[in-house]
């Protein structure tokens, strides 16, 4: 008898390990299944149905919405608007980002407090940082058209979210100082880690500091910017929020994309079925940046 | 690298630092002057008079303080929920082996990444059929959706730093497993855990467009949708009360930024950069 327990216990240690980790993990593929995995599925589902929002009825009408959404100006136009938005507020998060942490990396004074007062719109609410923007924006008793008139810069007010092109650089605008603090701490944090031996040595070299950064810095960066890059155009092509509480899409559907024509078609429009269409369609032209993401990733954490 | 004087440099950087703060900075001394001020032509950067008027009308003439409980909750509740799946979670992931282990990591990540438009309608579609639309409920339910993945992947890569020698030693010495786990594993990953409960938390407190569509009465309404809210019904829209409301709301996050910003870079290095 003692032989065998002993027996039984030594065979199955590996697996009574193995039945743990997976008594572990139980809640969280139970959670992850429930608020996720079937979520996304009855998306697809739906994308193959006309349903009615308030009243939740709907019946299978196969590719039709599919059809419809490639057919009409609609998706195509959102998709150029959301392209134009991510490389327009990217660009300047990346730019803005590159070179805060270039000087926030230098020897300042109160360094500390100016590195917390850059960090912080980026922990901010979504909310909050749009309520500001709209105050400043305002076109009548806005500080920006205020101050802007006193410089002499313009003549008029200016109607910042009410025209285009205006609305759609206001929120890029908007988007870089949420967003850049990401890429700051990124980059502030890799530069912390490029061995000083490497400018000495470009310095030794004759090289000054522009191109100390394009032959020293840049290159080092090269890795973090790639991952921060693809990262950001993932959350950048999704954001909501923020453009939905600017402008709301307007004028005239200058801002909408396609996140924001999802929301409308299932709970303005009521159709239920479209929307998936669109967030699906939405989600297959993200999943090159998802994948490439994830690649990386997989990649840096072997 | 040769030191240059700091002043020069800082001489740069201190006025764009000051230019990037300065919306937050206005929407201070915008809710601290009198109304009249507001309106004038030629705005003065400093208030001339200062006033907390706008302060005590938006606690006491608006629902607010029912949108702060209620985001207080939810944030908190959200928090504690998903901080108790993701540390059993994270663990299993990176000490025991099993089939799928690694599926289902790069799941967690891509779940990570995936936009909440497309989980809205069905999240919608359930949460109404089993009854719990216009409850703080379902609000923590969907925010599991985009909580759980971020609090996963950031615990992983947490607890993959810590080192398995000292767990080892503990069973050696007779601890079980799950011995190891509270007495060894824990203690090492408690500024892990506690950065990610931070970000959880900041996470829900942020929260706009499932509170948007799930909920729509103030007896559940968040402060994000509570004050949007605000801006809306006013005939007159009333920045001094908006800015003052915003101020209040951030008051939470500006707690948290002073205590723990070192916790909060941490984390983000771990979940968002190093991947």
Redesign the interface.
Known sequence: MPDIALQRSGLSR?RR??L???L??A???L??GA??V???L??IA?SFQSVYTPT?EGHWVGLANYRELLGSGGFWAALLTTAIWTVGTLTLQILIGVA?AL??H?????RSL?R??????Y???????V???R??F?DL?G?VN?GLMAAGIIDAPVNWLGAMPNAMLSIMVVGA?KFFP?VV??VL?RLQTIP?AL?EAA?IDGAGPISRFFDVTLPQLRE?LT??IL?RT?WD??E??LIY?MTGGGPVNGTRTL?LI??QQ??GLNQ?GM??AY??S??LV?LVF?LA??Q???K??A | ????P??I??L???P???L??F??L??LI?SIKPAAE??ST??TLLPKAITFEHYARVLQDTPFLQYFANSMILATSTTVVVI???V??A???V????PG?ET?A??????Y??????????????L?SIGLANTLASLV??Y??FA??YA?WLLR?FM?GIPQDLESAAMVDGAS??GAFIDVVLPQALPGIISTALFTF?LA??E??YAL?LVNSDEARP??TG??TM?ISAFNIE?SL??AA?VL??VP?II??AFF?RH??SG??AG????
């Open positions: 590996e390990d193995a743990l980790g997976l572990l993990i809640p969280t593929v959670v992850l608020v996720i079937y979520p996304l009855s998306a739906l939740l805060m000087l926030l230098q020897n300042i004074i109160f100016a917390s007062l850059v960090l912080f719109p922990f901010l609410s979504t909310v909050v940082a309520l500001v923007w105050w400043l305002n008793y500080i205020h100082w990401f701490i990124a944090a000083e400018y310095r973090v991952i921060v990262l993932v092509f999704k909501f929020d509480l996140p999802v929301y299932a709970f239920m929307a998936a967030a699906v939405m989600m993200m998802m993401y994830l990386r990733a997989r840096a954490a | 690298m040769k030191k240059r700091a002043w440099v800082s740069v950087t201190w764009i630092v000051l990037i703060a919306p937050l206005w929407m915008t507001l309106f030629s705005p108790s799946i993701s059993l979670g663990y299993s992931l000490r025991f082996a099993y282990r289902l790069s799941l967690v990540l891509f779940t990444l995936l936009p909440s438009v497309v989980l809205i309608s069905p999240l919608y579609l359930m109404v339910i969907a599991t959706s759980l993945p996963l890569s993959a497993r799950m900041i407190w942020n706009y467009l569509v402060l994000t004050v949007m801006l920045w908006l800015m915003s709301m951030s996050l948290i930024f910003q909060l870079t983000f290095g968002g950069v190093k991947g």
